[in-house]
């Protein structure tokens, strides 16, 4: 399964990225509400598939 995370660019130019990761239709589904609270638009991204994996 493919993961995907939220990101965006405050205003003030600070990128941010959602803390957990989605898959592709939870992405699509969260994506609005993130936008409304940030005021920015936000683009959904791949995520490695290793990324945040502990060692």
Do not use: C, N
């Amino acid at each position: 399964m493919q993961s995907y995370r939220l990101t965006w660019t405050t205003p003030d130019g600070e990128p941010k990225v959602s803390a957990v990761s989605f898959s592709a239709t939870a992405a699509e589904r969260y994506r609005p509400s993130y936008a409304a609270r940030a005021g920015v638009p936000v683009e959904i991204v791949l995520v490695d598939p290793h990324e945040g994996l502990r060692r």
